[in-house]
């Protein structure tokens, strides 16, 4: 599969990074420049509204931030799934769009019937010019087409493992494996 926004990057089962072990990435930008995503299967202990307490709207919220990866710690993205992309925000696939606009999360938040749904992500997951290609070359990751019924509606603790398991017989034994191989 081509390197290109729109995908997930899986981590192979032998990745040991700990920025990446057991991630699934969407990757929401590739180019001559390097690649950004986020990674969908980290969620913290902290809520939303507790990394953006200027906003009123999150007062009282469940909502997760996850974290994104380990570039820009800082700083929150927010990743939009919505039935009409706004123009001020950036494409990556299916209705799917990275974008700051609260006053989007705020309808979101507000209105109780529609699939639109939002994700905060605290950080990014960064690569420079060739390295993600040179990560490919070494088995780091796999790719497959991303799914937003995955990003926004499924568990996230479980994501990594559904996705190994749908890769086939090959990958079925990776699923249940610990997070710590030294438990294995």
């Known amino acids: 599969m081509t390197l290109e926004k729109g995908i997930f990057l899986i981590a192979a089962p032998a990745l040991r990074d700990p920025n990446f072990r057991q991630t699934v990435v ?10 950004l995503g986020v990674v969908v299967n980290r969620p913290t202990a902290m809520s939303i509204s507790e990394a953006l307490p200027q906003v009123p709207v999150l007062e009282g919220q469940r909502h997760v931030l996850f974290a994104g990866g380990p570039v820009q710690t800082n700083q929150v993205m927010l990743l939009y799934r919505l039935s ?9 696939f299916d209705g799917v769009c990275l974008g700051g606009d609260l006053d ?32 490919m070359k ?5 790719t497959m087409p991303a799914d937003p019924t995955v990003v926004f509606e499924k568990e996230p603790t479980k994501i990594w493992s559904d996705v ?3 890769l086939g017989d090959d990958y079925r ?6 997070f710590d191989p030294s438990f294995n």
């Open 26 to 35: 969407l990757l929401c930008e590739h180019g001559p420049e390097g690649a």
């Open 84 to 92: 009409q992309v706004p123009d001020n925000s950036h494409p990556v």
């Open 104 to 135: 989007v999360m705020e309808r979101i938040l507000t209105d109780t019937q529609g699939r639109e749904a939002f994700r905060a992500y605290l950080g990014y997951s960064g690569w420079g010019p060739g390295q993600l290609e040179a990560e």
């Open 138 to 142: 070494t088995g780091s990751w796999i």
């Open 164 to 166: 190994v398991l749908s």
């Open 173 to 178: 034994r990776y699923a249940d494996m610990p």
